[in-house]
Structure formats: C-alpha cells, structure tokens
Nanobody, 120 residues
Framework: QVQLVESGGGLVQAGGSLRLSCTAS?????MGWYRQAPGKERKLVAA????????YYADSVKGRFTISRNNANNAVYLQMNALKPEDTAVYYC????????????????WGQGTQVTVSS
C-alpha cells in the first residue's frame, strides 16, 4: 500500500501563491491532485505521468498552476499562482498505477488532504 504525505496548504490572499507537495512511499506511474470545495464534487486539478510526458490541467487552472514531479524522491508538486477565492478547497494527492488520465476509477490511493483557503 502506498502511503502519501501531503504538505503546503494554508491561507493566502487572492493573487498569492502556494506550493503543495506530496511524497509517496514508493514509485508510482502517475501522480496528481484532486480538489473538493464545500458542497461540491471532487474534481481533478492536474496530473502527470512518470516521465512527465503526459500532463493534464483542468481548464480552470491552466496558466496558473504547474504540476511537476521528482522521481528520485517519489514526489509530486503543485505550484499554484494567481490564486482565486474559487480555488479554496481541500486538495488531495492521488496516484494511479495504470492511467495518467486519473479519472476517479483509475485512482489507487488518496492522500489525507490539505486545506487551501484563498481570501478575497
């Protein structure tokens, strides 16, 4: 079983930046981030395959968020710039051993979640 340790959430003003980090207990094919705002469904924010060749961003974060990974550390990062109040959510690190599309059915493991709050 993969253990996922997330860090980097917090409170920031609109227009600010945060960087989320997630470290897995061993190497996995695809890693990514989902988020869930209060009263809303979980949605995929960004995903990246092992080689970094296949990268996905939700339309709502394109141009503002950047996903990257460090395979030597089994880590994935989400650099979030120009944050907006609508980015407020719990962000979950996720992994998949078979698909970089990372639909919910493809997810093998979920992190515990880290809160990101963007004030206006």
């Amino acid at each position: 079983q993969v253990q996922l340790v997330e860090s980097g959430g917090g409170l920031v003003q609109a227009g600010g930046s945060l960087r989320l980090s997630c470290t897995a207990s061993y190497s996995v094919y695809a890693m990514g981030w989902y988020r869930q705002a209060p009263g809303k469904e979980r949605k995929l924010v960004a995903a990246i395959d092992y080689e970094g060749d296949k990268i996905y961003y939700a339309d709502s974060v394109k141009g503002r968020f950047t996903i990257s990974r460090n395979n030597a550390n089994n880590a994935v990062y989400l650099q979030m710039n120009a944050l907006k109040p609508e980015d407020t959510a719990v962000y979950y690190c996720v992994t998949s051993g078979r698909s970089s599309r990372m639909a919910e059915g493809d997810i093998d493991y979920w992190g515990q979640g880290t809160q990101v709050t963007v004030s206006s």
